[in-house]
């Protein structure tokens, strides 16, 4: 009789993993995170704490600052080898940074204001006083214009801007043209600058020669250009015989637009 001899099969070899072992790595993922996200709000709010101490550091400062000044008004001694001087000096330094930065944007807003405002003219009207006097005076009633603050007629003779800019500067001056065996010289108008140091130059210039009629003839000069004209600086216009010139309504006229 013949025995047959049967091993028992194999036992299947586990290929997944272990259920215990997915558990750990779920945990250790979140306490992973957890631990990122709680560092990051901890240092958000280290850095907001530091940043708290540090206006409180300074506030105290400021206010032990505040103390020393007042001791030394005072003229209490014994400041732990302060110089009240250096201190008092350094602190009147600093007041007057404070007050010139405050001007410099106090100023700034008064130049944007008033680039807002209205355009910058003038135009005035000879005067009729002004018939002795080389430099033609201008009336300040009548036909007369003054769009703001920035201009001004000053001495009754001449423009004054108060701004720096371009300007458009303009004359027109009626004589009456008539012939003198005393003299054979043209009647000759000028447009002048003075600075605000003094100086003065001629800006423009024209001339006109008599007529030879005896009787008075009008004729009219004209001058107008475009000029560059600093803040003080004045305008005004000049003529060889102010004798000739005629001061009717529209005749003889003087301005300045700014542009």
């Known amino acids: 009789m013949i025995e047959t001899y049967s091993q028992p099969a194999p036992r299947p070899v586990p290929t997944g993993v272990p259920a215990s072992m997915k558990i750990f790595?779920?945990?250790?993922?979140?306490?992973?995170?957890?631990?990122?996200?709680?560092?990051?709000?901890?240092?958000?709010?280290?850095?907001r704490r530091l940043d708290k101490v540090e206006d409180e550091r300074n506030l105290h400062e400021d206010f032990v600052f505040m103390k020393t000044i007042q001791r030394c008004n005072k003229g209490e001694g014994s400041l732990s080898l302060l110089n009240c001087e250096e201190i008092r000096r350094q602190f009147e330094g600093f007041v007057k940074d404070i007050m010139l930065d405050k001007e410099k944007k106090k100023e700034n807003f008064?130049?944007?204001?008033?680039?807002?405002?209205?355009?910058?003219?003038?135009?005035?009207?000879?005067?009729?006083?002004?018939i002795t006097t080389y430099?033609?005076?201008?009336?300040?009633?009548?036909y007369y214009t003054m769009s703001n603050k920035l201009v001004a007629l000053e001495n009754g003779k001449q423009l004054t801007v108060k701004r720096q800019g371009?300007?458009?500067?303009?004359?027109?001056?009626?004589?009456?043209?008539?012939?003198?065996?005393?003299?054979?010289?043209?009647?000759?108008?000028?447009?002048?600058?003075?600075?605000?140091?003094?100086?003065?130059?001629?800006?423009?210039?024209?001339?006109k020669a008599h007529s030879s009629s005896e009787s008075?003839?009008?004729?009219?000069?004209?001058l107008g250009g475009v000029f560059e004209l600093q803040t003080g600086a004045s305008v005004f216009v000049n003529v060889t015989d102010p004798r000739q010139v005629n001061h009717g309504i529209g005749f003889t006229s003087f301005g300045l637009l700014k542009l």
């Open 135 to 142: 430099v033609l005076q201008w009336a300040e009633k009548g």
């Open 110 to 130: 008064e130049m944007q204001k008033g680039d807002q405002d209205s355009q910058t003219a003038a135009h005035v009207v000879s005067e009729a006083s002004s």
């Open 25 to 47: 790595m779920y945990l250790l993922t979140i306490f992973l995170i957890t631990q990122m996200i709680g560092s990051v709000l901890f240092a958000v709010y280290l850095h």
């Open 166 to 207: 371009l300007y458009y500067v303009y004359t027109q001056v009626t004589f009456c043209s008539r012939r003198e065996p005393s003299s054979q010289d043209p009647f000759i108008t000028s447009l002048c600058l003075r600075s605000r140091s003094g100086s003065e130059r001629i800006l423009l210039r024209a001339a």
């Open 216 to 222: 008075c003839e009008q004729q009219s000069i004209h």
